[in-house]
């Protein structure tokens, strides 16, 4: 057995509430950000304005000095996606320094539904980032960059289309490289946790339903674009939907049967 | 028809690229937020440190002012969930005057799948809200704003539960009210939009299947748990969760069948 990779405990990072989840272990923290369709990134926009600002992009976690790094060594966050201008600006000023992210992925697992209101939560699995974005500025690291994150939204994609992108595409990708100084993640599983006041009165029990309504992300069949020449379907396509499916389902329902131990719970 | 209410554009929701699909109406802003299961709020946690920090927090818009306000009416977001003190002690700290907080909601619609990787994109909706975090401390008020916020993950709950909170439970709950200073939504819907290029080359377009893979959040079949005392599942969440699927799997469809002027997809 390998050792397990952690990341450093920083303030900002310290959990301090429901600590019975939380993990600083780089394997599922990084299997948390790479399995979110979608992260929010946070970064401060200007001294002069007081809010921050949050982007949804699509990233993942690779490393392109070590491609055959494994998903507990340690990574780098590559961003692309709904970019504004702002922050790619920004991070093209702070230079070799980088501009200061957050990055935030989390995933609804299921409604747990209590006695009480206040017991009411959710199972989930969420992880946070905190590290310094630059520009990628290889072609080479560019191009790997973008193959990885097309092949995150589904898998056998970038060679299936028409590839390499060409002198045009190559300069109006612009691809955020995020060095990671800390994470965390945290996950709730299990079913209900009510207390004594309330478990042990029949007029609360008897009226009020609890459990969970299991959540998970679907894939659809896919839908043939009016441009689209290929008569079917391709197998990469239907079995990854198929796969993504069953295994976001499966996530769902297995959360619901691990038991927490009581004083655990929330 | 009455007038439809837009929120003020600032430098910082200004949207520079992709606008085809910006919206700073009120409307459409607040129903992303809240038909999201999560919002995403970032704030600056201290002067010494660099990074912005992201929460992941069920939150809701609605108005204790003036309850009968529509969704396209002005309204604060209320706040719940996974709360760190950190949010909350700096929220007191600056007692009325609040604090910076930036709040997102995104929804994955569909996977659009071009020829090229470069116009490879999702279907998706997504909000931000600007606007200053203050703690409720009126007990009305935050009663109101839990049975808001409980109702928003499934209707009808909160009447449903072992209520009132009694006094030990109103004690633990922190509410955080944002009065909202401005705030953007964007929508990107249709199908793939590939440039002329490739799309006039046989020898692309017969190799590379497009299309989009339609995505949309499942709630699946209630699950009771081992302290449940209730024969069956109420109608009031089974049938949330019927009426939810088929709206959310609609959603994804629909958004694949909007045309846009090809001009403006991406």
């Not at 990708?173 to 299990?190: A, E, F, N, P, Y």
Request: hydrophobic share 35%; charged share 25%; glycine share 6%.
């Amino acid at each position: 057995m390998g050792k397990s990779l952690v990341y450093p405990k920083r303030e900002s990072n310290t959990m301090n509430r429901y600590k019975h989840r939380g993990t600083y272990d780089l394997g599922p923290i990084h299997s948390i950000i790479n399995s979110a369709s979608v992260l929010h990134v946070s970064f401060s926009p200007s001294q002069d304005d007081p809010f921050p600002a949050i982007l949804p992009m699509i990233g993942q976690m690779g490393s392109f000095e070590f491609p055959s790094s494994g998903i507990d060594d340690p990574l780098e966050c590559y961003l692309h996606g709904y970019v504004s201008s702002r922050i790619m600006n920004q991070a093209r000023a702070r230079g070799d320094e980088g501009l200061p992210v957050c990055i935030a992925a989390t995933h609804v697992d299921g409604l747990v539904l209590s006695l009480t209101p206040n017991s009411h939560s959710y199972n989930y699995r969420s992880a946070v980032l905190h590290g310094y974005a630059t520009l990628v500025t290889s072609e080479e690291e560019r191009l790997w960059a973008m193959k990885l994150i097309t092949n995150s939204v589904v898998p056998q994609r970038w060679e299936n289309t028409r590839i390499p992108p060409d002198g045009a595409e190559m300069q109006s990708t612009t691809i955020l490289k995020v060095k990671v100084v800390d994470g965390s993640g945290k996950i709730r599983d299990g079913g209900v946790s009510d207390e004594k006041k309330d478990t042990e009165r029949a007029e609360v029990t008897e009226k009020v339903w609890v459990g969970v309504v299991p959540v998970w992300q679907t894939f659809g069949e896919p839908v043939p674009d009016r441009l689209n020449r290929v008569k079917q379907v391709p197998e990469y396509i239907n079995s990854y939907v198929a796969r993504a499916n069953e295994q976001n389902r499966q996530h769902a329902m297995d959360a619901i049967k691990v038991s927490l131990p009581k004083e655990e719970q929330h």
